[in-house]
Every structure is written in structure tokens, then in C-alpha cells.
């Protein structure tokens, strides 16, 4: 069984840095692809990154528009652990983040919360000065 749990969120100010981390703490991580998602109060969950298996030496990658070059998705497989570089967060980075994973090609965006069948429990990320 997948068990997923988030952790790092905290109080940020609007342009400092953190990093999220995700675990498997039920078995090792090895997956097809792997995501970040967000969620504001009263708003859709949205994508923030995703990373799919390519190769053993090479992953693809792919951001939300929203993005715009802020945040890095990579794993540390010797770890167990996928992480989210956020740098220079802004107010609106406010929310929920959440960790899923899927281990085979379903058809529907990477991005897209349809794209997944395991969920962690969230952490919450609050970016304000």
C-alpha cells in the first residue's frame, strides 16, 4: 500500500524559499510519475509539477503555467523522497500542497488531479509578511 505524507509547509515571506517534501513511507519510491498539486480555500486544486519516469537516468517534467520558473520537482530515490524547491513564493502560492502518485499512463494531463490515485494528507504552505 502507497502512503504518501507532505511536510516543510510553514509561514513564508512573499519572496523567500522553501522546500516541501514528499514521502513513501510504506515502501520505496519507485513510481511512473509523481505530482504536486495545491489547493486554496474555496478554489479547484491546480498542478504545480509533475515528474514522470523517462528513463532510469532521465525523468520528464513539466510545470503549471503559474510557475513561471519558481519552483524545481526532483527526487532522491536513495531517500524515498520527491521534493518541491519553492523560491521566491508570492501571496498567491497560498494553499494546501499535496502529494500524489500514479503507477501507470492514464491518458489524462500530468497536471490534471485525474492523472493520480494516491494522495497524501497536505501541508500548508502560507506565504505573507
Known amino acids: 500500500q502507497v502512503q504518501l505524507v507532505e511536510s516543510g509547509g510553514g509561514l513564508v515571506q512573499p519572496g523567500g524559499s522553501l522546500r516541501l517534501s514528499c514521502a513513501n513511507s510504506?515502501?520505496?519510491?519507485?513510481?511512473?510519475?509523481l505530482g504536486w498539486f495545491r489547493q486554496a480555500p474555496g478554489k479547484e486544486r491546480e498542478g504545480v509539477a509533475s515528474?514522470?519516469?523517462?528513463?532510469?537516468?532521465?525523468?520528464?517534467?513539466i510545470y503549471g503555467d503559474f510557475v513561471q520558473g519558481r519552483f524545481t520537482i526532483s527526487r532522491d530515490s536513495a531517500k524515498n523522497t520527491v521534493y518541491l524547491q519553492m523560491n521566491n513564493v508570492k501571496s498567491e502560492d497560498t494553499a494546501i500542497y499535496y502529494c500524489?502518485?500514479?503507477?501507470?499512463?492514464?491518458?489524462?494531463?500530468?497536471?490534471?488531479?485525474?492523472?493520480?490515485?494516491?494522495w497524501g494528507q497536505g501541508t500548508q504552505v502560507t506565504v505573507s509578511s
Open positions: 515528474i514522470t519516469r523517462f528513463t532510469n537516468s532521465d525523468d520528464k517534467i
Open positions: 510504506r515502501s520505496t519510491l519507485d513510481y511512473y510519475r
Open positions: 500524489a502518485t500514479v503507477n501507470f499512463e492514464t491518458g489524462w494531463d500530468p497536471l490534471n488531479t485525474k492523472a493520480y490515485d494516491y
